[in-house]
């Protein structure tokens, strides 16, 4: 099971880089990839799918409400989602 997880993020992250332009652009999404795969998927033996899905949405919500990103202004990522979405810009959008 461990190994056709592998393979699959592997697979998205090849597909991903592919319609990047430049490194620079797709650094983010591979940087969270590279985190995802570090802390739960590497370090975890899983009996079954539904066990993946779990420990994926928990590893999810950590990030969105705990990770400070540096980029956005160490604030967490559903702080920097509810601000771009508070602006009068995107309201139009």
Same mark, same amino acid.
């Given at each position: ?18 319609? @990047?332009?430049?490194?620079?652009? @797709? ?35 950590? /990030? ?19 601000? /771009? /979405? ?8």
């Amino acid at each position: 099971m461990k190994a056709s997880l592998r393979w699959l993020i592997d697979a998205r992250a090849r597909i991903r880089k592919s319609r @990047c332009p430049s490194s620079a652009n @797709c650094a983010s999404p591979e940087t969270s990839s590279l985190t995802l795969k570090k802390q739960v998927l590497w370090v975890h033996q899983f009996e079954n799918a539904e066990a993946v899905g779990k420990a994926l949405v928990d590893w999810a919500k950590i /990030y969105n409400t705990q990770w400070l990103i540096e980029r956005h202004g160490h604030i967490t990522p559903a702080q920097a989602r509810a601000r /771009y /979405y508070e602006t009068p810009l995107a309201a139009a959008a």
